[in-house]
């Protein structure tokens, strides 16, 4: 991952990559700043170009030493302590005990007993947000990724989960993602699965193109695909003919994926639905395991050339392998620790050179034959155009 991608890729300016980096270091900070927390503030700064870090121009520990004078057990640090902004409602501040953050009731009635009014100063003030991210389409994303910063670690604290909701207040945006981080920090799993299917880029395109193209027959098909009903001996042994092409090339390495994993194609007991396929096809172009760490990967990719509605793969790969919340299909194993930040955004910026929708309609057919590095090609993939959000 070079210097600065991620600024191009968004085209930020100077202006902005300050202002973002420092959103995220607030949020982490006010939990435990764990090195999982570091990794990605690291991976933050190269991917924005920032040489040196930016003035830290939010929370500064004046603010949180005025608002909290006296405290007992000694003085406020940066680690257990953050400003927060419920909507609509006036400055605050909380602190917390560490020995609070392992037990949820203790942590929710300390935090109501320390919530104090503080004087009003300058935390995230809205004109400086809207001087530097003018569109409001540039701070919704802005609001999404921070709940990455959020869950960045195995559980989501109360801390975070009030720091993000004070950064989203002060972008002025509605975001779901953001509404959902307290779901996150009870492990709301219904909650959670509802949003995910209901903002899933890849089954709302899957059932659209397939009642475009077939109507009612074919959902039904689909449908059946999905429960592992549906057979079709031709496009399973067209998918087995692969084994055919020579080693190297891009169909035979897929075939082989499929295979020494135990698999199956589609048209086969338990395949997937064909349209689907470009899931385990992006999984051989890229190189990525199919381990949970892979399958961060994987969705950091997806998110990185779906556009706006892409931030719901990154959010699957954190519930699913970071939280290890049971809210992915029944195949799917949940996970621990397995968002890796540098490697997922570094998969990100790659899903950005992408010049075809994978989830459309393409002739993925006429690529198996090639090499795979022809077929990476004909994909834009090995290009080191970035193209802009």
């Not at 003919?241 to 994926?257: I, N, P, V």
């Not at 519930?319 to 990100?348: C, I, K, N």
């Not at 075809?356 to 090499?371: C, E, Q, T």
Request: net charge neutral.
């Amino acid at each position: 991952m070079s210097a600065g991608s991620l600024a191009r890729a968004f085209g930020l300016s100077q202006d902005q990559t300050g202002p973002l980096f420092n959103a995220a270091r607030v949020i982490l900070e006010a939990g435990e700043l764990t090195l999982r927390a570091q990794r990605l503030l690291e991976a933050l700064r190269t991917a924005l170009g920032l040489e040196v870090l930016p003035a830290r121009s939010l929370a500064p520990e004046s603010d949180l030493a005025a608002a909290f004078p006296q405290r007992s057990g000694g003085t406020i640090n940066k680690n257990d302590s953050c400003l927060i902004k419920t909507p609509r409602r006036a400055l605050s501040a909380v602190t917390w005990h560490e020995s609070f953050r392992s037990d949820a009731e203790g942590q929710s009635t300390r935090m109501t007993r320390a919530r104090t009014k503080a004087p009003e100063g300058q935390f995230l003030p809205r004109s400086t947000w809207h001087g530097s991210f003018p569109e409001a389409s540039s701070r919704q994303v802005l609001a999404d990724a921070l709940v990455i910063a959020a869950c960045v670690d195995e559980e989501v604290t109360l801390a975070r989960e009030l720091a993000t909701a004070r950064f989203a207040d002060a972008l002025e945006v509605p975001s779901g993602w953001v509404r959902l981080v307290g779901s996150l920090r009870r492990r709301s799993t219904f909650a959670i699965k509802r949003q995910l299917v209901r903002r899933s880029p890849d089954a709302r395109r899957l059932f659209s193109r397939t009642w475009e193209e077939e109507g009612v027959l074919g959902v039904l098909r689909a449908v059946q695909f999905m429960a592992g009903l549906y057979r079709d001996a031709a496009l399973a042994a067209r998918f087995h003919a692969l084994a055919q092409l020579e080693t190297g090339s891009f169909g035979r390495t897929f075939h082989d994926h499929i295979q020494t994993r135990g698999l199956s194609f589609p048209g086969e007991k338990g395949g997937i639905p064909e349209r689907m396929i470009h899931h385990d096809l992006m999984h051989v172009l890229n190189e990525y395991g199919t381990d949970p760490s892979g399958e961060c990967e994987i969705a950091g990719f997806y998110a990185g050339f779906s556009g706006p509605e892409g931030f719901t793969f990154i959010m699957i790969a954190l519930t699913t392998f970071q939280l290890g919340l049971a809210v992915s299909p029944a195949a799917v194993t949940p996970a621990r620790g397995a968002f890796d930040p540098e490697r997922v955004l570094a998969a990100f910026l790659r899903g950005r050179r992408l010049t075809v929708d994978v989830m459309g309609r393409w002739d993925y057919w006429s690529l198996l034959p090639l090499p795979l590095s022809e077929a990476r090609e004909q994909l834009g993939l090995l290009s080191d155009t970035v193209h802009p959000a």
